[in-house]
């Protein structure tokens, strides 16, 4: 073992920006032979640890006759050393020389261990993020790919970094790297790299589309870079410049995006090239082991090549048991073996002794008078659904809709159109004595206000959020909110204002999902989950970040849950999954392939939705215990929150596997759906399933006196009659190329129908940016509203002459129908409208024409018309320089007897670094000359050419040109002949900023591009 205490700091800068080029793109060759090297090294280490990787080496070996060709060397190999080591046990001695080189061979292999934090990190680690740093170290040496799934607030992003510092100043690796992350991530990223390892060159790579293309061509393709940090999203859409680059480390941080090896994200990071990955997330197993395999697949996928591999595995574990409990023994303890390489997991309260461990408690609430009368309406809504009569494909859509409505109806009453009371809409005591969740988070508050804490309040809804707001402005409570629809920079000035020294905000507001990641808000220490999430690890999340390092308080968490609920299910259901989490990985347990997944079957959705429905249905009262104080609320529901952990706590991995809540159907120890209620609750069906019938109608009584019924029919004689409809007129789209009398037409037809409804134009309408010169907006209003007063219906003519108007207009044509026209009179020319309409396609050729002779005359109607007008006259201006340059080439080969060998080519003086033949670019010229510039598959017929030339047929590098490449040669080619006739003209390439990308722009317009970015240029457009 070494501890290294002085930082050696390798030379990664004094390789000049060539050499960093062709380091960071490396050939395929290359590549490829990289990754036999470190699979190699990688199948050598996994064997030495125990032969339970033999079984995925062996189905791998089956399909792939080069892995086997790997692995049977691998095992030759070691059994000769075995032999060795045996020979040498019978008495050989080692010579000296021999006893050297195993010195010194050992003491070059010996691994790197740090005792205390390294001297390259800007800080101090502590001791169990050393010993994270130590695991990754090992992992790299042994060419092996690994999951940090520590606890979230442990320090996984310090320990990335401290990782990457270690491959800068140990290996002289200082990249390239990728880090991905989630988009609110991106700034705390980049934060943390400057702060423990400012050396290190950080890219983030965000934006705009021109913003990200300049950051690629001035920093990612020029290799100005040591770190590249994105979002999910970015290497979506930037995927093909990120292809090009061979990475050193791939890491994604939240790793659980790609537990799905199906999705567009998945898959897209499967392609890029990198000599390792790391994945970081808290969450390392959600739901179900074919989650394990994806993540396993993505760090090894010459091992864990196949999902049904890694099952039968399992399964053939399951088979060799011969008990329950042994089986089970068994299979985890090869689990675990399974693990053990790739996955650091640890915990708060193993590592982190300074923090406090939390204090989770569930409040159970019971219902306001509203809450019950919605929570009825709902279930008899859909009282087929609940009772389990609806089809299969439908069915499990229905439940799922049920319960959140239910759960909609938990959190606050006012989430449904219509519950609130009013117009006019008030903030008042009633937002809060409608709700049971609002009157306990009101007498909660007010106690957490008076003992100085700090609250964070997450929702999974952000319109409870709405409410939540409304409740605080009422209350005078100080608060900051954080959703899904907050921007990026909004979010992070709101995370620093709460965080403020002597900050007065209080409360701080969260959706569940948005306010759960990249968010330290140690300065709170109380978490109140107003709402559970499906997902536990989510909750998880949104409770640690007031619980992560740097917290000096005790944190408390309280989980809101509607008493006799749909909620108290769902709670049981995620308790579920978080023992499942704990037993596969903290453990080193797993879950088979019969486990529950995530996705809920229609008995658990309507065992939840039935779940407390024979007390709402007894009463229309509501079960909230206003007189309840604070005390015996939190003694109830600290009660309440042992009874559910200590049911969890006892079960087994093969009990979570049979495990269902029990059914609602049994109440107090008495199974209803064998039994009939007194209102029909549990009253069995014809097949023997539980039924729940809908209460009986309440009897309303009823007044029979005279004033009653008189004053109900003044009341129905005073409704309004109803309003004019305004008239039906045809919206004028400038591009449509209506005659101009049209709008005059509808102008008079709406003032007087604006005249009919004494209509009067508001101050507030008037723009003052449309007032000329003098005018007054009060001016302006009184002639608009004189010019109503004023008005005249339409005439018979002019109602006639208003139809005629209207058909005359292009209603068909869209803006794209007129965007599609104006390329191709580009492409065309003006000169020949006939090719245009045939090549336009939708659409008859003499309509094609009335319109584009309608739009050359009228084309300054339409706002913008400039830049349509430059799309034409640039396509003629290339039009026409094509038809120049096809000339130039006929002129030359008219000269010539035979082109192969005479066909003169004057190439510029800097082209020293030309990598196509002059017999190559003969060629090339004689084909463009045959089949014409304009033809719409000229590289496609010119590469076909090249293979069935035999002048070509031993030369590789012309037949294994792509045609975008012959399109870029061609352009070179077209460029040189034009300056041999025209002279020299030079277009400068500028190297950084707009003026590149106008430049680039530039040369794609007009089909040429300079010998010196041939290779890395645009390829001629050839329509």
Known sequence: MSSDTTPQVATP?????????????????????????????????????????????????????KFRKLVNELDKASKAQKRAKGRGGRGRRK????????????????????????????????EYQVQGLNWLIS????????????????????????FLGYLRYKCGINGPHIVIVPKSTLDNWRREFEKWTPEVKTVVLRGDKTERAEIIANEVLTADFDVVISSFEIVIREKSALKKVAWEYIIVDEAHRIKNEDSMLSQIIRLFHSSNRLLITGTPLQNNLHELWALLN??????????????????????????????????????????????LRRVKNDVEKSLLPKKELNLYIGMSDMQ???????????????????????????????????RKCCNHPYLFEGAEPGPPYTTDEHLVFNCGKMVMLDKLLKRLKGQGSRVLIFSQMSRMLDILEDYCSFRDYEYSRIDGSTA??????????????????????LTTRAGGLGINLTSADIVILYDSDWNPQADLQAMDRAHRIGQTKQVYVFRFVTENAVEEKVLERAAQKLRLDQLVIQQGRTQQKSAANNSESKGDLLSMIRHGTEDIFKSSKGTLKTEDDIEAILLHGEKRTKQLNDKFAELGIDDLQKFSTDSAMVWNGEDFQHRVGANGIGAPDPNGKGWINPPKRERREQHYGVNSYYKDIFLLQQQQPRTMRPPKQVPLAEHQFFPAGLKALQDQELAFYRKQINYKVPYADIDVDALEEGETKEGKRAALNKEIANAEPLTEEQEELKRDYESEGFTNWTKRDMNNLVHLIGRHGRENMEAVARAFRGKGEEEVLRYAKVFMERHTEVEGYEKYLAVIEQGEEKLKRQRQQQDLIKTKLKDCKVPMNELPIVYPANNSKRVYSEEEDRFIMMMVNKYGLEHPKLFEKIRKEIKKSPHFRFDWFFLSRSTSELSRRCTTLMLTLSREVEGPRTIKRKSMGKGKLDDDKRRRESGTMTPDTEERGTPMSVD
Request: hydrophobic share 35%.
């Open 298 to 343: 993505f760090l090894l996928p010459d091992i864990f090549s196949e999902a049904e591999t890694f099952d039968q595995w399992f399964e053939e574990k399951e088979a060799e048991g011969e008990d329950g409990e042994n089986d089970e023994d068994s299979v985890v303890k090869q689990l675990h073996k399974v693990l053990r390489p790739f996955l």
């Open 372 to 406: 019950v009368q919605w929570y009825q309406k709902l279930l008899e809504k859909d009282i087929d659904a609940v009772n389990g009569q609806l089809g299969k494909r439908e069915g499990k859509t229905r439940l799922l809709n049920i319960v959140m409505q239910l």
């Open 95 to 126: 010579t000296e020389k021999e006893e050297d080189e195993e010195l010194l061979n050992d003491n070059t292999q010996m691994a790197t261990v740090y005792t205390e934090s390294p001297p390259f990190i800007n800080g101090t680690l502590r």
């Open 488 to 509: 990026h920079e909004d979010r992070i000035a709101a995370i620093d204002e709460y965080n403020a020294e002597g900050s007065d905000k209080f409360v701080f507001l």
């Open 139 to 162: 992992l790299h040496e042994n060419s092996i790919s690994g999951i940090l799934a520590d606890e979230m607030g442990l320090g996984k992003t310090l320990q990335t970094i401290s």
């Open 13 to 65: 800068r004094e390789e000049t920006d060539e050499e960093r080029v062709e380091r960071y793109f490396t050939l395929p060759d290359a590549k490829k032979h990289k990754d036999n090297t470190n699979s190699v090294k990688r199948l050598k280490y996994l064997l030495s640890l125990t032969d339970l990787f033999r079984h995925f080496i062996n189905k791998r070996m089956e399909g792939d006759p």
